[in-house]
């Protein structure tokens, strides 16, 4: 059968799962009826050969035997000339106590695989040509590098003594780590060395420990400090060697690697997310294997996606040294983020991939590229669609992860439990990049219920910054007046049985889902609030949306909060002194907040719906204050009184304050003219 000009092979596994053909194909338009094969990975396997060479690409649904169908395709003299994609009917549909009434949910699964492929995000690049660093107590450091210095050129920072190596087959130092940072080839090293006797200078001749009259220097070439007296024999037994130093001990040494292997008991970096090509097994000698068998396949040159992009015309972080909004720093837990100024920094290379970042953006400065959220909203779309179409109702929309949450979903299928026929699964990433954009348009497109499956390896910003984007977005379809929770973070599949459906809208939105976080938001709000009489949900403290209490009282007009504003939804007016303001614009930084020198400005978390949201307001207006001289309107009269009153007493303005109530212009023409007035010019020379 053939689906948007794919070629569709299905398989119902040795008859274990439950294919209900005909229905299967009028639910996917197909003009033709479903072939379903009972054995594709065996004695079917020649339908699956003859589909290759006469279609551009194949959709299998199978992915248990991909490795096999793949091979197949590869020695096809249509190798060349056909794609082969698989997508997961058994256990994400057919394995299941539902898997009678599973049929919308198998033609949705079947239509996303029918789309096509997400445009590839940017690639960062790594280069490493194996300089390892081993860093650890002398024992399990050295016994590592003996293995594998014919394979790396390594070399080794023992951060405790013990005996060294008969042969010097590799640079070796001891102290104490100061600093490690960086990434798979670019780690920077910086230690000092406490121990005066220079490992990499030491000739292992032993004329010290024979020359040291307290015994303070061991077959390790360390000096005891507590043993030792200050005779400094062992320094004129080295002689021109000049191995020992007592001086050296302040100072600090810098190296670069490609590769860190860190035996220490406690790792040296501590990020959730750890930077590529840096290893931390500990003491559990398995662990230190596995390691030390991926160091040796890190040479050469590798690359990843590049899971982000960034405005930093709209970032709210921070404005003329005020500090605005954290979050994507606060979150990120691989610590690749930092300010730089008033914008943010993302370190492309130590970036995880985990999407947190935009998820928590109010602006949508910072956005998810892997895939971004138009290629999303496509699957969502189109999986939503045909199941509604093919008599699916109530669904729910499950994102889970690449890897633990995959194992759960298909490990719950293979035990015999599997998925309700409701829940339609969507593979990502990464779960922390399902924000509240993706949330409320999957509610616009159809859904019931949208469900984050949270596993142990999530960290627990992660889980936390999900819970409240789900928080507001809850807040805003129950302020529409739509029942039920429609939204939900759990780490047990199991819960999903006792999930009871929410309402839905009745008729699901046309529009596609943006590249612009915020025009997302508007589609997808706009849809859900229509014919809904609803003007204004409150929302909780820490929203993305929301107004602006002024109090005009303090309030002197002097536009600051203008200028801090990086969303434009501050704004001044060319005719009269006035403070407007945009609702649909302001992200709740509190840039505006924090720069107000009379501190008139609060927050109003609330969504704000309609055309008023983007319409400006008039938060604030004063009358103008005149120039005495030429009558220019050049502030407000709160401005000019305030200052009056606080300058007026001043010995500056002892002959009077009327300069103070002229323009810029007038004050210089003013001071032209009083002849009499003082001047530096008027003081000799010295």
Avoid at 222 to 235: E, G, I, L, M, N
Wanted: hydrophobic share 40%; charged share 20%; aromatic share 6%.
């Amino acid at each position: 059968m053939t689906l948007d000009g794919k070629t569709l092979k299905v398989c119902s596994c040795n008859r274990t799962v439950a294919l209900d053909a005909k229905a299967l194909g009028a639910a996917l338009k197909a003009g033709e009826p479903l072939a379903v094969h009972h054995q594709l990975c065996r004695k079917d396997a020649g339908a699956f050969q003859a589909a290759l060479g006469r279609a551009g690409e194949v959709i299998v649904a199978c992915t248990q035997e991909a490795p096999l169908f793949a091979e197949l395709a590869a020695d096809s003299s249509a190798a060349s000339t056909t794609t082969v994609r698989f997508v997961n009917l058994r256990e994400q549909a057919g394995w299941s106590p539902e898997a009678k009434g599973a049929t919308p949910k198998m033609a949705a699964l079947l239509a996303m695989a029918a789309l096509p492929e997400p445009q590839p995000a940017p690639a960062v690049e790594f280069k490493s040509s194996g300089q390892l660093v081993i860093i650890g107590p002398a024992d399990a450091a050295l016994g590592w590098a003996e293995r594998l210095h014919d394979q790396l050129e390594l070399s080794v920072l023992v951060t405790h003594k013990g005996e060294l190596p008969l042969e010097r087959a590799f640079p070796l130092w001891s102290g104490k780590v100061a600093a490690l940072s960086g990434w798979l080839g670019a780690f920077e090293l910086e230690w000092r060395q406490e121990n005066p006797i220079d490992l990499e200078v030491c000739t292992r001749c032993n004329a010290c420990i024979r020359a040291c009259p307290e015994g303070a220097i061991d077959y390790g070439y360390q000096v005891d400090a507590a043993k030792c007296k200050a005779h400094r024999d062992c320094v004129a037994a080295c002689g021109e060697i000049g191995a020992i130093d007592f001086s050296r001990i302040e100072t600090q040494r810098k190296e670069r690697f490609d590769l860190v292997l860190d035996l220490s008991r406690e790792p040296l970096l501590r990020t959730h997310e750890l930077p590529q090509g840096y290893f931390a097994p500990g003491d559990d000698p398995l662990e230190q294997a596995l390691a030390a068998q991926k160091l040796v396949s890190l040479v050469g040159e590798f690359e990843k996606p590049r899971f982000f992009a960034y405005k930093s015309k709209i970032c709210a972080h921070s404005r003329s040294g005020r500090e605005g909004c954290n979050q994507c720093i606060d979150v990120c837990s691989s610590g690749a983020i930092r300010a730089d100024g008033d914008h943010v920094r993302v370190e492309p290379h130590l970036c995880a991939g985990c999407g947190g970042c935009a998820t928590v953006c109010p602006s949508g400065a910072m956005s998810y590229a892997y895939p971004g959220v138009p290629d999303t909203g496509m699957r969502l779309k189109a999986a939503l669609s045909i199941y509604r179409e093919a008599g699916g109702q109530d669904a729910c929309i499950l994102f889970h992860d690449a890897r633990e949450g995959r194992a759960q979903v298909l490990g719950s299928a293979r035990r015999g439990r599997g998925l309700p026929a409701r829940v339609i699964p969507m593979e990502c990433f990464h779960v922390a990049s399902v924000g509240m954009d993706l949330m409320l348009g999957a509610l616009a497109y159809g859904a019931s219920q949208v469900v984050v499956l949270s596993t142990e390896k999530v960290a627990e910003g992660y889980g936390a910054a999900l819970q409240r984007q789900m928080g507001y977005a809850q807040a805003i379809v129950t302020g529409l007046g739509y029942a039920g929770a429609h939204f939900r973070l759990l780490s047990d599949l199991n819960e999903l049985w006792n999930l009871q459906p929410a309402a839905s809208v009745a008729k699901p939105g046309l529009f596609n889902l943006s590249p612009d976080k915020r025009t997302t938001l508007d589609f997808a709000i706009e849809h859900l609030a229509r014919d809904r009489k609803v003007q204004e949900i409150p929302l909780a403290a820490g929203a993305p949306f929301g107004s602006l209490a002024v109090n005009k009282a303090a309030c002197t007009l002097c536009k600051a909060c203008i200028g801090a504003c990086p969303e434009a939804a501050l704004l001044d007016s060319p005719e009269t002194p006035s403070l407007r303001f945009i609702e649909r614009n302001c992200v709740q930084c509190a840039l505006c907040a924090d720069t107000c020198p009379e501190d008139a400005i609060r927050l109003v978390p609330r969504l704000l719906l309609g055309a008023q949201a983007k319409e400006p307001v008039t938060l604030n207006e004063a009358q103008p204050f005149n120039c005495v001289r030429c009558g220019k309107p050049f502030g407000t009269r709160q401005m000019v009184d305030n200052m009056l009153g606080k300058l007026s007493g001043h010995s500056m303005f002892a002959g009077g304050t009327r300069r103070l109530q002229m323009c810029g212009d007038c004050r210089v023409v003013d001071m032209m003219e009083n002849t009499a007035e003082a001047s530096i010019l008027d003081y000799p020379k010295r």
